[in-house]
Nanobody
Framework: QLQLVESGGGLVQPGGSLRLSCAASGFALEHYAVGWFRQAPGKEREGVSC????????NYTDSVKGRFTISRDNAKKTVYLQMNSLKPEDTAIYYC?????????????????WGQGTQVTVSS
């Protein structure tokens, strides 16, 4: 059925960039809003960004505004999170989720399907 796979994480230096991908299989991604969460050890999973099914509406948590950009290519069934000017505090496992409704703010407790995530490590 519905499945999302995160990729694109890695180790980067502060100030560097990464582009995360969230690829869908088994469903029509264009019908769904998509959100990105992240979780660092010892911290609660937090909503980072979300995008509406059409791509017309986006939101970002304050700590990433101006640095991260969420986008989507429904033809490729993929949502992206472009992360620029990365900081050590961005280090976390990043997850994406699908939703029939656009929600903001995002709460992890509202979702029960999580992929493996992709690790982002920002360190010098």
């Amino acid at each position: 059925q519905l499945q999302l796979v995160e990729s694109g994480g890695g180790l980067v230096q502060p100030g560097g960039s990464l582009r995360l991908s969230c690829a869908a299989s088994g469903f029509a991604l264009e019908h769904y809003a998509v959100g990105w969460f992240r979780q660092a050890p010892g911290k609660e999973r937090e909503g980072v960004s979300c995008i509406s099914s059409s791509g017309d509406t986006t939101n970002y948590t304050d700590s990433v505004k101006g640095r991260f950009t969420i986008s989507r290519d429904n033809a490729k069934k993929t949502v992206y999170l472009q992360m620029n000017s990365l900081k050590p505090e961005d280090t976390a496992i990043y997850y994406c989720v699908d939703d029939l409704f656009y929600r903001w703010p995002l709460f992890a407790a509202e979702y029960d399907q999580w992929g493996q995530g992709t690790q982002v490590t920002v360190s010098s």
